[in-house]
Protein backbone atom coordinates (compact mmCIF):
# COMPACT_ATOMS: atom_id res chain seq x y z
CA UNK A 1 0.00 0.00 0.00
CA UNK A 2 2.77 2.50 1.17
CA UNK A 3 4.69 1.43 -1.83
CA UNK A 4 1.67 2.49 -4.02
CA UNK A 5 1.70 5.34 -2.63
CA UNK A 6 5.14 5.91 -2.92
CA UNK A 7 5.00 4.76 -6.72
CA UNK A 8 2.30 7.65 -7.17
CA UNK A 9 3.89 10.19 -5.69
CA UNK A 10 7.26 9.65 -7.26
CA UNK A 11 5.31 9.35 -10.71
CA UNK A 12 3.48 12.75 -9.64
CA UNK A 13 6.55 14.67 -9.12
CA UNK A 14 8.50 12.93 -12.40
CA UNK A 15 4.94 14.29 -14.54
CA UNK A 16 5.51 18.15 -12.19
CA UNK A 17 8.81 18.03 -12.95
CA UNK A 18 8.63 17.12 -16.80
CA UNK A 19 6.55 19.86 -17.46
CA UNK A 20 7.95 22.47 -15.43
CA UNK A 21 11.70 21.70 -17.68
CA UNK A 22 9.66 21.41 -20.76
CA UNK A 23 8.40 24.89 -19.90
CA UNK A 24 11.27 26.28 -19.04
CA UNK A 25 12.67 24.95 -22.06
CA UNK A 26 9.69 26.32 -23.93
CA UNK A 27 10.21 29.81 -22.79
CA UNK A 28 14.29 29.98 -23.37
CA UNK A 29 13.42 28.98 -26.65
CA UNK A 30 10.70 31.55 -27.26
CA UNK A 31 12.64 34.25 -25.74
CA UNK A 32 15.25 32.92 -28.23
CA UNK A 33 13.01 33.52 -30.84
CA UNK A 34 11.91 37.04 -30.02
CA UNK A 35 15.54 38.20 -29.94
CA UNK A 36 17.65 39.18 -32.96
CA UNK A 37 17.69 42.39 -35.44
CA UNK A 38 14.17 42.01 -35.94
CA UNK A 39 12.22 41.76 -32.31
CA UNK A 40 9.64 39.60 -31.96
CA UNK A 41 7.17 40.04 -29.15
CA UNK A 42 6.87 36.61 -27.02
CA UNK A 43 3.16 36.65 -27.79
CA UNK A 44 3.54 36.56 -31.42
CA UNK A 45 6.24 33.38 -31.07
CA UNK A 46 3.78 32.17 -28.79
CA UNK A 47 0.90 32.08 -31.55
CA UNK A 48 2.74 31.53 -34.27
CA UNK A 49 3.34 28.56 -32.80
CA UNK A 50 -0.69 27.26 -31.58
CA UNK A 51 -1.57 28.82 -34.76
CA UNK A 52 0.64 26.06 -36.64
CA UNK A 53 -0.39 23.29 -34.45
CA UNK A 54 -4.42 24.34 -35.32
CA UNK A 55 -4.95 25.61 -32.08
CA UNK A 56 -5.60 29.13 -32.72
CA UNK A 57 -5.78 31.40 -35.94
CA UNK A 58 -4.32 34.84 -34.58
CA UNK A 59 -3.50 36.44 -37.45
CA UNK A 60 0.39 37.28 -37.77
CA UNK A 61 2.72 39.94 -39.54
CA UNK A 62 4.04 37.62 -42.73
CA UNK A 63 7.67 38.72 -42.08
CA UNK A 64 7.47 38.02 -38.25
CA UNK A 65 6.07 34.52 -39.20
CA UNK A 66 9.15 33.79 -41.89
CA UNK A 67 11.53 34.86 -39.27
CA UNK A 68 10.20 32.30 -36.65
CA UNK A 69 10.05 29.20 -38.76
CA UNK A 70 12.80 29.60 -41.43
CA UNK A 71 15.14 31.06 -39.67
CA UNK A 72 15.30 30.92 -35.41
CA UNK A 73 13.04 28.62 -34.14
CA UNK A 74 14.97 26.13 -35.95
CA UNK A 75 17.98 27.74 -34.33
CA UNK A 76 16.88 28.24 -31.15
CA UNK A 77 15.92 24.27 -30.84
CA UNK A 78 19.00 23.27 -32.62
CA UNK A 79 20.44 24.56 -29.58
CA UNK A 80 18.12 22.92 -26.62
CA UNK A 81 18.91 19.59 -28.50
CA UNK A 82 22.49 19.92 -28.81
CA UNK A 83 23.15 21.27 -25.12
CA UNK A 84 21.05 18.38 -24.07
CA UNK A 85 23.21 15.82 -26.29
CA UNK A 86 26.42 17.26 -25.77
CA UNK A 87 25.26 17.38 -21.73
CA UNK A 88 24.62 14.01 -22.00
CA UNK A 89 27.33 13.08 -23.15
CA UNK A 90 29.91 14.10 -20.67
CA UNK A 91 27.90 12.95 -17.90
CA UNK A 92 28.10 9.75 -19.15
CA UNK A 93 32.08 9.76 -20.06
CA UNK A 94 32.56 11.09 -16.67
CA UNK A 95 30.85 8.38 -14.59
CA UNK A 96 32.33 5.46 -17.48
CA UNK A 97 36.24 6.75 -16.96
CA UNK A 98 35.59 8.23 -13.73
CA UNK A 99 37.31 11.31 -14.34
CA UNK A 100 35.78 14.84 -13.55
CA UNK A 101 37.79 15.98 -16.37
CA UNK A 102 36.65 14.25 -18.66
CA UNK A 103 34.41 15.53 -21.90
CA UNK A 104 32.56 14.19 -25.00
CA UNK A 105 35.61 15.48 -26.94
CA UNK A 106 37.79 13.01 -24.89
CA UNK A 107 37.61 10.39 -27.15
CA UNK A 108 39.42 12.52 -30.19
CA UNK A 109 35.81 13.01 -31.65
CA UNK A 110 35.89 16.95 -31.96
CA UNK A 111 39.57 16.65 -33.77
CA UNK A 112 38.57 13.98 -35.84
CA UNK A 113 35.58 15.57 -37.39
CA UNK A 114 37.58 19.07 -37.82
CA UNK A 115 40.16 16.57 -40.09
CA UNK A 116 37.06 15.08 -41.79
CA UNK A 117 35.85 18.64 -41.97
CA UNK A 118 39.20 20.04 -43.60
CA UNK A 119 39.45 17.29 -46.35
CA UNK A 120 36.02 18.18 -47.61
CA UNK A 121 36.52 21.98 -47.67
CA UNK A 122 39.90 21.93 -48.31
CA UNK A 123 41.63 18.71 -50.14
CA UNK A 124 38.34 18.35 -51.91
CA UNK A 125 37.68 14.94 -50.75
CA UNK A 126 34.18 12.97 -52.04
CA UNK A 127 34.63 15.63 -55.08
CA UNK A 128 31.92 17.84 -53.89
CA UNK A 129 29.61 15.19 -53.68
CA UNK A 130 29.93 15.24 -49.80
CA UNK A 131 29.19 17.75 -47.45
CA UNK A 132 31.47 19.22 -44.49
CA UNK A 133 28.68 17.85 -42.54
CA UNK A 134 29.14 14.22 -43.63
CA UNK A 135 32.96 14.55 -44.18
CA UNK A 136 33.12 15.73 -40.39
CA UNK A 137 31.16 12.63 -39.48
CA UNK A 138 33.12 10.18 -41.07
CA UNK A 139 35.91 11.40 -39.32
CA UNK A 140 34.79 11.69 -35.89
CA UNK A 141 33.89 7.77 -36.63
CA UNK A 142 37.39 7.38 -37.84
CA UNK A 143 39.05 8.91 -34.52
CA UNK A 144 36.59 6.74 -32.32
CA UNK A 145 37.61 3.90 -33.71
CA UNK A 146 41.47 4.58 -33.40
CA UNK A 147 40.95 5.67 -29.70
CA UNK A 148 39.20 1.96 -29.33
CA UNK A 149 41.32 0.11 -31.46
CA UNK A 150 44.13 1.76 -29.04
CA UNK A 151 42.82 1.67 -25.73
CA UNK A 152 42.92 -2.04 -26.85
CA UNK A 153 38.93 -2.43 -26.94
CA UNK A 154 36.79 -2.38 -23.67
CA UNK A 155 39.85 -4.37 -21.86
CA UNK A 156 42.03 -1.26 -21.88
CA UNK A 157 40.32 0.86 -18.10
CA UNK A 158 39.57 3.94 -18.01
CA UNK A 159 43.11 5.61 -18.08
CA UNK A 160 44.31 4.02 -21.33
CA UNK A 161 41.18 5.40 -23.25
CA UNK A 162 41.95 8.81 -21.75
CA UNK A 163 45.47 8.02 -22.86
CA UNK A 164 44.15 6.74 -25.97
CA UNK A 165 42.06 9.66 -26.63
CA UNK A 166 44.73 12.87 -26.32
CA UNK A 167 46.77 10.61 -28.38
CA UNK A 168 43.97 10.57 -31.07
CA UNK A 169 43.15 14.52 -30.72
CA UNK A 170 46.60 15.58 -30.98
CA UNK A 171 47.24 13.28 -34.37
CA UNK A 172 43.91 14.42 -36.12
CA UNK A 173 44.14 18.18 -34.61
CA UNK A 174 47.90 17.82 -36.28
CA UNK A 175 46.72 16.65 -39.13
CA UNK A 176 44.49 19.42 -39.64
CA UNK A 177 46.71 22.36 -38.77
CA UNK A 178 48.46 20.52 -41.58
CA UNK A 179 45.88 21.03 -44.29
CA UNK A 180 45.05 24.38 -43.83
CA UNK A 181 48.91 25.89 -43.82
CA UNK A 182 49.70 23.41 -46.56
CA UNK A 183 46.81 23.54 -48.53
CA UNK A 184 44.34 26.13 -47.55
CA UNK A 185 43.67 29.45 -48.88
CA UNK A 186 42.48 32.26 -46.34
CA UNK A 187 38.95 31.87 -47.08
CA UNK A 188 38.89 28.45 -46.49
CA UNK A 189 41.42 28.57 -42.99
CA UNK A 190 38.28 31.19 -42.04
CA UNK A 191 35.79 29.02 -43.11
CA UNK A 192 37.19 25.62 -41.10
CA UNK A 193 38.05 28.17 -38.00
CA UNK A 194 34.74 29.59 -37.76
CA UNK A 195 33.06 25.84 -37.94
CA UNK A 196 35.78 24.61 -35.41
CA UNK A 197 34.30 27.38 -32.45
CA UNK A 198 30.93 26.15 -33.21
CA UNK A 199 28.29 28.13 -34.59
CA UNK A 200 24.44 27.87 -35.24
CA UNK A 201 24.20 29.89 -38.18
CA UNK A 202 22.39 27.91 -41.36
CA UNK A 203 20.80 25.36 -39.44
CA UNK A 204 17.21 24.64 -40.01
CA UNK A 205 14.45 22.33 -39.83
CA UNK A 206 16.57 18.87 -41.69
CA UNK A 207 19.13 19.75 -38.99
CA UNK A 208 16.41 19.38 -36.18
CA UNK A 209 15.08 16.63 -37.10
CA UNK A 210 18.24 14.45 -37.30
CA UNK A 211 19.68 16.02 -34.37
CA UNK A 212 16.16 15.56 -32.02
CA UNK A 213 16.14 12.18 -33.37
CA UNK A 214 19.25 11.01 -32.75
CA UNK A 215 19.34 12.92 -29.02
CA UNK A 216 16.08 11.36 -28.50
CA UNK A 217 16.54 8.14 -29.34
CA UNK A 218 19.99 8.07 -27.66
CA UNK A 219 18.48 9.27 -24.45
CA UNK A 220 16.24 6.49 -24.10
CA UNK A 221 18.62 3.84 -23.95
CA UNK A 222 21.23 5.97 -22.04
CA UNK A 223 18.74 5.81 -19.29
CA UNK A 224 17.97 2.61 -19.20
CA UNK A 225 21.77 2.09 -18.35
CA UNK A 226 21.49 4.43 -15.40
CA UNK A 227 21.91 2.39 -12.37
CA UNK A 228 24.62 0.46 -14.47
CA UNK A 229 26.45 3.94 -14.29
CA UNK A 230 25.99 4.05 -11.19
CA UNK A 231 27.07 1.04 -10.54
CA UNK A 232 31.42 2.09 -12.10
CA UNK A 233 31.35 4.64 -9.36
CA UNK A 234 33.74 2.23 -7.59
CA UNK A 235 35.72 1.00 -10.59
CA UNK A 236 35.27 -1.59 -13.67
CA UNK A 237 35.84 -4.55 -11.12
CA UNK A 238 33.43 -3.60 -8.55
CA UNK A 239 31.16 -2.99 -11.29
CA UNK A 240 31.23 -6.77 -12.90
CA UNK A 241 31.60 -8.02 -9.15
CA UNK A 242 28.15 -6.38 -9.10
CA UNK A 243 27.16 -8.56 -11.82
CA UNK A 244 27.38 -5.87 -14.78
CA UNK A 245 28.64 -6.60 -18.03
CA UNK A 246 31.40 -4.46 -18.07
CA UNK A 247 32.49 -4.92 -21.97
CA UNK A 248 28.84 -4.93 -23.20
CA UNK A 249 27.97 -1.95 -21.05
CA UNK A 250 31.32 0.32 -22.05
CA UNK A 251 30.87 -0.76 -25.78
CA UNK A 252 27.30 0.54 -25.84
CA UNK A 253 27.43 3.65 -23.86
CA UNK A 254 30.70 5.11 -25.46
CA UNK A 255 28.91 4.12 -29.13
CA UNK A 256 25.88 6.01 -27.59
CA UNK A 257 27.85 9.24 -26.82
CA UNK A 258 30.26 8.68 -30.17
CA UNK A 259 26.96 8.69 -32.47
CA UNK A 260 25.52 12.02 -30.38
CA UNK A 261 28.72 14.00 -30.06
CA UNK A 262 29.72 12.95 -33.97
CA UNK A 263 26.00 14.63 -35.03
CA UNK A 264 26.46 17.40 -33.06
CA UNK A 265 29.55 18.22 -33.72
CA UNK A 266 29.41 17.68 -37.63
CA UNK A 267 26.26 20.04 -37.70
CA UNK A 268 27.85 22.79 -35.35
CA UNK A 269 31.32 22.71 -34.64
CA UNK A 270 33.16 21.81 -31.73
CA UNK A 271 30.74 23.52 -28.96
CA UNK A 272 33.06 23.41 -25.76
CA UNK A 273 32.41 23.54 -21.99
CA UNK A 274 29.19 22.23 -21.88
CA UNK A 275 29.49 18.72 -22.17
CA UNK A 276 32.24 19.45 -19.37
CA UNK A 277 30.18 21.83 -17.15
CA UNK A 278 26.51 21.28 -17.17
CA UNK A 279 26.81 17.46 -15.28
CA UNK A 280 29.13 19.31 -12.59
CA UNK A 281 26.27 21.79 -12.05
CA UNK A 282 23.77 19.20 -12.32
CA UNK A 283 25.39 17.07 -9.60
CA UNK A 284 25.17 20.12 -7.50
CA UNK A 285 21.65 20.08 -7.65
CA UNK A 286 20.31 16.76 -8.17
CA UNK A 287 22.73 14.37 -6.60
CA UNK A 288 25.43 11.99 -8.27
CA UNK A 289 22.68 8.78 -8.94
CA UNK A 290 22.67 8.71 -12.62
CA UNK A 291 18.15 7.74 -12.71
CA UNK A 292 18.04 11.75 -11.70
CA UNK A 293 21.67 12.91 -12.93
CA UNK A 294 20.95 12.23 -16.84
CA UNK A 295 17.46 13.92 -17.22
CA UNK A 296 18.51 16.88 -15.37
CA UNK A 297 21.63 17.33 -17.54
CA UNK A 298 19.82 17.01 -20.49
CA UNK A 299 17.54 19.80 -19.27
CA UNK A 300 20.20 21.72 -18.22
CA UNK A 301 22.14 21.63 -21.05
CA UNK A 302 19.03 22.41 -23.04
CA UNK A 303 18.59 26.12 -21.29
CA UNK A 304 22.59 26.74 -21.29
CA UNK A 305 22.92 26.25 -24.77
CA UNK A 306 19.94 28.15 -25.89
CA UNK A 307 20.76 30.79 -23.24
CA UNK A 308 24.57 30.59 -24.44
CA UNK A 309 22.93 31.25 -28.36
CA UNK A 310 21.44 34.20 -27.24
CA UNK A 311 24.20 35.93 -26.25
CA UNK A 312 26.23 35.10 -29.01
CA UNK A 313 24.00 37.22 -30.90
CA UNK A 314 23.58 39.99 -28.63
CA UNK A 315 27.23 40.34 -26.90
CA UNK A 316 28.44 42.39 -29.90
CA UNK A 317 25.43 44.41 -32.12
CA UNK A 318 25.42 43.42 -35.54
CA UNK A 319 27.88 40.67 -35.19
CA UNK A 320 27.52 37.15 -33.34
CA UNK A 321 30.66 35.37 -32.01
CA UNK A 322 31.30 31.82 -32.32
CA UNK A 323 29.11 29.61 -30.06
CA UNK A 324 32.34 28.16 -28.59
CA UNK A 325 33.49 31.45 -27.81
CA UNK A 326 30.41 32.36 -25.32
CA UNK A 327 29.55 28.81 -23.46
CA UNK A 328 33.50 29.50 -22.28
CA UNK A 329 32.77 32.90 -21.59
CA UNK A 330 29.38 32.61 -20.03
CA UNK A 331 30.47 28.75 -18.66
CA UNK A 332 33.16 29.81 -16.38
CA UNK A 333 31.89 32.56 -14.19
CA UNK A 334 28.54 30.41 -14.02
CA UNK A 335 30.89 27.23 -12.66
CA UNK A 336 33.37 29.39 -10.35
CA UNK A 337 29.57 30.37 -8.66
CA UNK A 338 28.31 26.86 -8.33
CA UNK A 339 32.10 25.88 -6.96
CA UNK A 340 32.16 28.41 -4.56
CA UNK A 341 28.62 27.72 -3.41
CA UNK A 342 29.65 23.68 -3.20
CA UNK A 343 32.76 24.71 -1.26
CA UNK A 344 30.44 26.97 1.50
CA UNK A 345 28.05 24.22 1.42
CA UNK A 346 29.68 21.00 2.39
CA UNK B 1 30.70 -27.37 0.09
CA UNK B 2 30.46 -24.06 -1.09
CA UNK B 3 33.49 -22.77 -3.42
CA UNK B 4 36.47 -25.05 -4.77
CA UNK B 5 38.90 -24.42 -6.58
CA UNK B 6 40.50 -27.51 -8.80
CA UNK B 7 44.01 -27.44 -10.07
CA UNK B 8 43.69 -23.54 -10.81
CA UNK B 9 46.57 -22.19 -13.46
CA UNK B 10 46.22 -18.10 -14.64
CA UNK B 11 48.88 -16.50 -16.67
CA UNK B 12 49.95 -13.19 -17.57
CA UNK B 13 51.06 -13.38 -21.11
CA UNK B 14 53.88 -15.79 -20.30
CA UNK B 15 54.66 -15.26 -16.42
CA UNK B 16 52.61 -18.17 -14.33
CA UNK B 17 50.68 -16.37 -11.83
CA UNK B 18 48.93 -19.35 -9.89
CA UNK B 19 50.01 -22.97 -10.64
CA UNK B 20 48.03 -26.08 -9.68
CA UNK B 21 45.87 -24.13 -6.86
CA UNK B 22 42.99 -26.39 -5.10
CA UNK B 23 40.97 -24.90 -1.78
CA UNK B 24 37.48 -26.28 -1.07
CA UNK B 25 35.59 -23.72 1.45
CA UNK B 26 33.42 -25.46 3.87
CA UNK B 27 29.93 -23.28 4.25
CA UNK B 28 29.68 -20.88 6.83
CA UNK B 29 33.08 -20.99 7.65
CA UNK B 30 36.18 -18.19 7.50
CA UNK B 31 38.74 -19.52 5.07
CA UNK B 32 42.20 -16.90 5.59
CA UNK B 33 44.48 -17.27 2.52
CA UNK B 34 47.89 -16.49 3.76
CA UNK B 35 51.22 -15.51 1.42
CA UNK B 36 54.24 -12.67 0.86
CA UNK B 37 53.49 -9.98 -1.17
CA UNK B 38 53.50 -11.10 -4.92
CA UNK B 39 52.35 -15.04 -4.39
CA UNK B 40 49.01 -14.71 -5.82
CA UNK B 41 46.60 -14.04 -3.21
CA UNK B 42 44.50 -11.04 -4.92
CA UNK B 43 44.95 -13.32 -8.28
CA UNK B 44 43.28 -16.03 -6.71
CA UNK B 45 40.24 -14.00 -4.92
CA UNK B 46 39.83 -12.33 -8.75
CA UNK B 47 39.27 -16.12 -10.20
CA UNK B 48 37.42 -17.41 -7.21
CA UNK B 49 35.15 -14.05 -7.49
CA UNK B 50 34.63 -14.71 -11.38
CA UNK B 51 36.26 -11.25 -12.52
CA UNK B 52 38.70 -13.47 -14.56
CA UNK B 53 38.68 -16.68 -16.20
CA UNK B 54 41.49 -19.16 -15.03
CA UNK B 55 44.19 -20.43 -17.87
CA UNK B 56 43.07 -23.78 -16.65
CA UNK B 57 41.37 -25.59 -13.95
CA UNK B 58 37.91 -25.13 -12.67
CA UNK B 59 35.96 -23.12 -10.18
CA UNK B 60 32.48 -24.67 -9.03
CA UNK B 61 30.02 -23.38 -6.81
CA UNK B 62 28.37 -26.27 -4.95
CA UNK B 63 29.76 -28.25 -7.97
CA UNK B 64 28.75 -26.29 -10.92
CA UNK B 65 31.33 -24.63 -13.00
CA UNK B 66 31.40 -20.84 -12.12
CA UNK B 67 31.58 -20.16 -16.01
CA UNK B 68 28.19 -21.59 -16.64
CA UNK B 69 27.09 -19.32 -13.86
CA UNK B 70 25.61 -15.94 -15.56
CA UNK B 71 27.30 -12.34 -14.40
CA UNK B 72 24.27 -11.30 -12.61
CA UNK B 73 23.44 -14.67 -11.27
CA UNK B 74 27.08 -14.67 -9.56
CA UNK B 75 26.81 -11.34 -8.52
CA UNK B 76 23.37 -12.85 -6.39
CA UNK B 77 25.39 -15.16 -4.56
CA UNK B 78 28.93 -14.02 -4.62
CA UNK B 79 30.13 -10.91 -3.14
CA UNK B 80 33.51 -9.06 -3.49
CA UNK B 81 35.47 -6.67 -1.42
CA UNK B 82 38.54 -5.34 -2.95
CA UNK B 83 41.38 -3.78 -1.92
CA UNK B 84 40.12 0.22 -1.01
CA UNK B 85 38.28 0.54 -4.09
CA UNK B 86 37.30 4.07 -3.85
CA UNK B 87 35.34 6.89 -5.46
CA UNK B 88 35.05 10.73 -6.67
CA UNK B 89 31.81 10.59 -6.59
CA UNK B 90 30.09 12.20 -3.61
CA UNK B 91 27.81 9.06 -2.99
CA UNK B 92 25.62 8.82 0.18
CA UNK B 93 26.71 5.92 2.80
CA UNK B 94 23.05 4.25 1.74
CA UNK B 95 23.55 5.02 -1.91
CA UNK B 96 26.60 3.01 -1.73
CA UNK B 97 25.27 0.14 0.02
CA UNK B 98 22.11 0.20 -2.62
CA UNK B 99 24.63 -0.73 -5.73
CA UNK B 100 24.60 -3.95 -3.38
CA UNK B 101 20.79 -4.66 -4.83
CA UNK B 102 22.32 -4.25 -8.63
CA UNK B 103 22.35 -7.63 -9.28
CA UNK B 104 18.76 -8.36 -7.99
CA UNK B 105 17.03 -5.56 -9.71
CA UNK B 106 15.91 -6.19 -13.37
CA UNK B 107 16.45 -2.88 -15.84
CA UNK B 108 12.86 -2.01 -15.38
CA UNK B 109 12.01 -2.89 -11.84
CA UNK B 110 11.57 -0.31 -9.00
CA UNK B 111 12.71 -0.69 -5.48
CA UNK B 112 11.07 -3.52 -3.48
CA UNK B 113 10.57 -4.21 0.23
CA UNK B 114 12.98 -7.86 -0.21
CA UNK B 115 15.29 -5.08 -1.45
CA UNK B 116 14.91 -2.17 1.51
CA UNK B 117 14.83 -5.10 4.23
CA UNK B 118 18.42 -5.98 2.94
CA UNK B 119 19.82 -2.91 2.82
CA UNK B 120 18.66 -2.08 6.12
CA UNK B 121 19.41 -5.32 7.46
CA UNK B 122 23.52 -4.94 5.84
CA UNK B 123 24.00 -1.78 7.67
CA UNK B 124 22.62 -2.59 10.75
CA UNK B 125 25.02 -5.45 10.43
CA UNK B 126 28.01 -3.44 9.47
CA UNK B 127 27.12 -0.83 12.05
CA UNK B 128 26.61 1.75 9.39
CA UNK B 129 23.15 2.63 10.17
CA UNK B 130 23.95 5.99 11.75
CA UNK B 131 25.79 7.20 8.93
CA UNK B 132 23.76 6.61 6.27
CA UNK B 133 23.35 9.83 5.02
CA UNK B 134 27.14 10.72 5.40
CA UNK B 135 29.08 10.88 2.09
CA UNK B 136 31.34 8.62 1.26
CA UNK B 137 34.28 11.24 1.28
CA UNK B 138 33.62 12.33 4.75
CA UNK B 139 34.13 8.48 6.05
CA UNK B 140 37.30 7.41 7.56
CA UNK B 141 39.45 4.57 6.16
CA UNK B 142 37.13 1.98 8.37
CA UNK B 143 34.04 3.14 7.77
CA UNK B 144 35.03 3.11 4.10
CA UNK B 145 35.73 -0.50 4.74
CA UNK B 146 32.41 -1.55 6.75
CA UNK B 147 30.44 0.16 4.13
CA UNK B 148 32.17 -1.73 1.43
CA UNK B 149 30.75 -4.76 3.13
CA UNK B 150 27.76 -3.64 4.36
CA UNK B 151 27.02 -2.80 -0.16
CA UNK B 152 28.33 -6.88 -0.36
CA UNK B 153 26.03 -7.73 1.98
CA UNK B 154 22.97 -6.01 0.82
CA UNK B 155 23.70 -8.66 -1.96
CA UNK B 156 22.02 -11.23 0.19
CA UNK B 157 25.65 -13.49 -0.92
CA UNK B 158 26.34 -17.04 0.55
CA UNK B 159 29.90 -16.73 -0.32
CA UNK B 160 32.02 -13.56 0.55
CA UNK B 161 35.23 -12.46 -0.56
CA UNK B 162 37.41 -9.99 0.87
CA UNK B 163 40.72 -9.08 -0.40
CA UNK B 164 42.96 -7.61 2.86
CA UNK B 165 40.42 -5.66 3.98
CA UNK B 166 42.02 -4.63 7.16
CA UNK B 167 44.86 -3.07 5.40
CA UNK B 168 45.09 0.71 6.93
CA UNK B 169 42.92 0.24 9.63
CA UNK B 170 44.50 0.97 13.52
CA UNK B 171 43.94 -1.91 15.90
CA UNK B 172 40.94 -1.50 17.10
CA UNK B 173 39.19 -1.60 13.47
CA UNK B 174 41.17 -4.52 12.30
CA UNK B 175 39.89 -6.83 15.14
CA UNK B 176 36.38 -5.14 15.19
CA UNK B 177 36.39 -5.96 11.08
CA UNK B 178 37.76 -9.69 11.22
CA UNK B 179 35.10 -9.97 14.14
CA UNK B 180 33.16 -8.43 11.81
CA UNK B 181 33.46 -10.64 9.00
CA UNK B 182 33.78 -14.07 11.36
CA UNK B 183 30.36 -13.46 12.77
CA UNK B 184 28.63 -13.68 9.66
CA UNK B 185 26.29 -16.21 8.49
CA UNK B 186 28.10 -16.61 5.32
CA UNK B 187 31.08 -18.55 3.16
CA UNK B 188 33.65 -15.99 3.84
CA UNK B 189 37.53 -16.43 1.69
CA UNK B 190 39.47 -13.45 3.03
CA UNK B 191 43.31 -12.36 2.35
CA UNK B 192 44.86 -11.32 5.16
CA UNK B 193 48.47 -9.93 6.16
CA UNK B 194 48.92 -10.29 9.90
CA UNK B 195 49.64 -13.86 10.72
CA UNK B 196 47.99 -13.79 14.61
CA UNK B 197 44.69 -12.31 13.12
CA UNK B 198 44.51 -15.13 10.82
CA UNK B 199 45.20 -17.51 13.63
CA UNK B 200 42.91 -16.10 15.70
CA UNK B 201 39.92 -15.48 13.36
CA UNK B 202 40.15 -18.25 10.77
CA UNK B 203 39.20 -21.74 10.66
CA UNK B 204 41.17 -22.84 7.77
CA UNK B 205 44.03 -21.55 6.15
CA UNK B 206 45.80 -21.53 2.68
CA UNK B 207 49.56 -20.56 2.45
CA UNK B 208 50.84 -19.19 -1.11
CA UNK B 209 54.03 -19.18 -2.08
CA UNK B 210 55.05 -18.07 -5.89
CA UNK B 211 51.42 -18.81 -7.09
CA UNK B 212 51.38 -22.02 -5.48
CA UNK B 213 49.92 -23.86 -1.87
CA UNK B 214 52.46 -24.11 0.18
CA UNK B 215 49.98 -25.46 3.23
CA UNK B 216 46.95 -25.76 3.55
CA UNK B 217 44.65 -26.53 7.09
CA UNK B 218 43.60 -25.13 10.54
CA UNK B 219 45.71 -23.13 11.87
CA UNK B 220 47.43 -25.04 14.11
CA UNK B 221 48.45 -27.63 11.54
CA UNK B 222 49.57 -24.10 8.92
CA UNK B 223 50.88 -22.28 11.73
CA UNK B 224 54.41 -23.77 12.61
CA UNK B 225 58.13 -22.66 12.73
CA UNK B 226 59.18 -23.88 9.77
CA UNK B 227 56.53 -22.41 7.55
CA UNK B 228 57.35 -19.24 8.41
CA UNK B 229 60.91 -19.82 8.03
CA UNK B 230 60.42 -21.10 4.74
CA UNK B 231 57.40 -19.30 3.21
CA UNK B 232 57.77 -16.33 5.16
CA UNK B 233 61.35 -15.99 5.96
CA UNK B 234 60.99 -14.54 9.42
CA UNK B 235 62.52 -16.74 12.71
CA UNK B 236 59.65 -16.74 14.76
CA UNK B 237 58.51 -19.21 18.31
CA UNK B 238 54.90 -20.45 17.69
CA UNK B 239 53.22 -20.99 20.60
CA UNK B 240 49.43 -22.01 21.94
CA UNK B 241 47.50 -18.65 23.39
CA UNK B 242 46.76 -18.78 26.73
CA UNK B 243 43.93 -15.84 26.03
CA UNK B 244 42.02 -17.70 23.07
CA UNK B 245 43.42 -20.85 22.96
CA UNK B 246 44.68 -19.93 19.03
CA UNK B 247 48.28 -19.97 17.82
CA UNK B 248 50.16 -17.03 18.51
CA UNK B 249 53.04 -16.36 17.06
CA UNK B 250 56.45 -14.41 18.61
CA UNK B 251 58.20 -12.84 15.66
CA UNK B 252 62.34 -13.07 17.11
CA UNK B 253 64.84 -10.49 16.07
Known amino acids: ?346 | MSITADNLVWKIGKRTVLDGVSLRAEPGRLLGLLGPNGSGKTSLLRLLGGLKTPSAGRITLDGRDIGEVGRRALAKRVAFVEQHATTNVNLRVIDVVKLGRFPHRSMFSGWSEADEVAVEEALERAGMGEKRNDFWQSLSGGEKQRVHIARALAQSPRELILDEPTNHLDIQHQIGLLRLVAGLPVTSVVALHDLNHAAMFCDHLIVLQNGRVAAAGTPEEVLTEALLRDVFSVKARVERSMHHGRPHIHYLG
Not at chain 1, 29 to 37: M, P
Not at chain 1, 194 to 204: D, M, Y
Not at chain 1, 241 to 255: D, E, P
Request: hydrophobic share 60%; proline share 3%; glycine share 10%.
Open chain 1, 1 to 346: MTQTIGAARALGALLALLVLSGGAIGLVVAISVGIGDLPIPLSTTISAVTNQLGWSAVELNQIHETVIWDYRLSRALVAAFCGAGLALSGAIMQALLRNPLAEPYVLGISAGASTGAVAVVILGLGAGAVSLSAGAFAGAFAAFFFVALLSNGTRGGADRTILAGVAASQLFNAATSYVVTTSGNAQQARDVMFWLLGSFGGVRWPEFMLVSTVVGLCLIPCLLYARVLDAFAFGDEAAASLGVNVARARIALFALTAVMTATIVSMVGTIGFVGLVVPHAARFLVGPLHIRLLPACAIAGAIFMVLADIASRILIPQQVLPIGVVTALVGVPFFSFVLYRFQRAS
